[in-house]
């Protein structure tokens, strides 16, 4: 029961950091000014749908992609671990890196931005995907398999809670409320980076250990 809880505990903790709602909140702010309440609803609610349904895919299709691919789970966790310590020190220096949006862009984006960019990159990235993949590698039995399909809904939940209380919730934290937050969850993000990538170089260097032994 325990590992069960400490499984759920990382697995809402990094996926939370990873589709950072309050970093996202700006962002949509911004594109959906002069929006009705209805209308940002309806792009809430449809990009935090794909965001779900892209990681699921993702996350069960990646045993799939390894074996098709010839990629071990190893070397996955190392790739990742990079990913998403990259994400992380980008966050802590306050730097937020999942989409450059430019004035430009959001013209193009303003057809359809539940999709592009609220739902990908932003909401569901690269480092979400890695991880994802990554936790499911992880999941050995059926329990943590339900834990980790819990944790990620329940994290696009509190996203979807998060954006629609976006107006409320920016005048509160205010620019410098909202930096100390990126800060923190990028400094948890980089330690879950750090064990994810000595999760990886683990094995391997144990393997070339005992390669050389046998030799």
Known sequence: MDSILAFGF???????????????????????????????????????????LTLMVFTFAGQFLFKFFGISANGFRI????????????MLQAQYTHAKISEEESGTYA??????PLAIPMLCGPGAIANGIMMMEQANNWML???????????????????????????ILGETGNNVMMR??????????VECF?????????????????V
């Open 10 to 52: 990382l697995c809402i903790a990094s996926f939370f950091t990873l589709a950072n709602p309050l970093g996202t909140m700006p962002v949509f702010l911004s594109m959906t000014r002069g929006l009705s309440e209805d209308h940002r609803k309806s792009i809430i609610i449809r990009a935090t749908v794909i965001s779900f």
């Open 79 to 90: 790739a990742a671990g990079f990913i998403i310590f990259k994400i992380g020190y980008d």
């Open 111 to 116: 057809k359809d931005i539940a999709i592009t």
């Open 145 to 171: 398999v339900v834990t980790l399909i819990s944790s990620i809904a329940l994290v696009y939940i509190i996203a979807y809670i998060i954006l629609r209380a976006s107006t409320r919730i920016m005048p």
């Open 184 to 193: 923190l969850m990028g400094l948890i993000l980089m330690v879950i980076a």
């Open 198 to 214: 000595f999760a990886g170089l683990r094995p391997i260097v144990i393997d070339l250990i005992h390669s050389g032994i046998s």
